[in-house]
């Protein structure tokens, strides 16, 4: 439970982060992003996986390029959840986004919350 509230927490972090430095990636306040993040680890646990069977063989002939793809859509649906407290103007910057997401999360794991596990 405790690992999934840090999740939601880095998360948030990394769509406020995203909204800071680009105007077509917009979300109202922390709140907002915190709601994102259980919206979007909600789909991320029902919709993704759907998406990752039906894609496959796109995924595999894209050597798995295609999952940022994926990614986007999920954050375009929790967009469209959200209203308009959290915009993404176009499919392309929710591309950009999710690749810059994944990034963020994937360094702040590793150079955060895993050494502040261990200790």
């Not at 375009?76 to 997401?101: C, E, K, N, P, R």
Request: hydrophobic share 65%; net charge neutral; charged share 5%.
């Amino acid at each position: 439970m405790m690992g999934w509230i840090i999740h939601l927490l880095v998360n948030s972090i990394t769509l406020i982060i995203v909204a800071h430095f680009f105007g077509q990636f917009h979300i109202a306040d922390f709140g907002a992003a915190f709601f994102a993040s259980i919206i979007l680890s909600i789909l991320n646990f029902i919709v993704r996986p759907i998406l990752v069977i039906l894609t496959l063989p796109v995924t595999i002939l894209t050597l798995g390029f295609f999952l940022f793809v994926i990614n986007a859509i999920t954050l375009q649906l929790t967009a469209a959840f959200m209203g308009s407290s959290f915009v993404i103007d176009g499919f392309g910057m929710a591309i950009l986004a999710a690749i810059i997401i994944t990034i963020l999360n994937t360094v702040i794991q590793k150079m955060i919350v895993e050494p502040l596990k261990k200790s």
